[in-house]
């Protein structure tokens, strides 16, 4: 059969590694990639977890990180960073208050850092100056991914409640702050 391993009792092969092309059916209790970077075509177990957890949130990752770097191919490749960092840590991740939090602050991280040290045009960048990174991820979710409060949660690991009020400040920061830049203009007539 293509795909499962011959002997390997519930192992999964996929025909490439990447998140992308998982088979969309429920994964197996330990799944199995093949690892296609150099002869002898290593394998390498993954947890069926952590890979129900790519599959949920890659999607959206990539959308976010589009959101903020210009460059498609480089958020492809940061999204990829930062769940490989995911992966790497995942059974600490786990073991964490609050698992998809963890993950979303990798990500974040790994967005950050990429934008300090590239060079790269960030598209939210000025929002990210003037606002608390959650402030600003919760901008960027329901107004430019146009997410809903529940779905902004999810992703962020936090109570809608969270998404709520840090929507509230951000708002009440930009208009406090347009009204401050435009003050000296007014006072100037």
Request: glycine residues 6%.
């Amino acid at each position: 059969m293509r795909g499962i391993r011959p002997g390997s009792g519930s192992t999964v092969t996929p025909p490439r590694p990447s998140l992308r092309n998982m088979p969309p059916s429920p994964p197996q209790p330990r799944c199995a990639a093949v690892l296609q970077h150099g002869p002898c075509g290593l394998e390498v177990t993954l947890p069926a977890d952590y890979i129900a957890f790519c599959m949920h949130y890659q999607d959206r990752y990539l959308r976010y990180t589009r959101a903020r770097v210009a460059d498609a191919a480089l958020s492809r490749r940061l999204v990829e960073a930062a769940l490989g960092s995911v992966a790497t840590n995942w059974t600490g991740i786990l073991a964490s208050h609050c698992p998809v939090a963890e993950a979303w602050d990798i990500l974040g991280s790994v967005i950050a850092q990429a934008v300090r040290t590239r060079a790269v045009a960030g598209r939210c960048t000025n929002l990210y100056r003037s606002l608390p990174p959650l402030q600003a991820d919760v901008v960027v979710l329901r107004h430019r991914l146009c997410l809903s409060d529940e779905q902004a949660a999810d992703l962020l690991g936090v109570e809608e409640s969270v998404i709520t009020s840090q929507l509230r400040m951000a708002h009440r920061t930009i208009l406090r702050r347009q009204q401050d830049s435009q003050a000296p203009e007014g006072a100037a007539t």
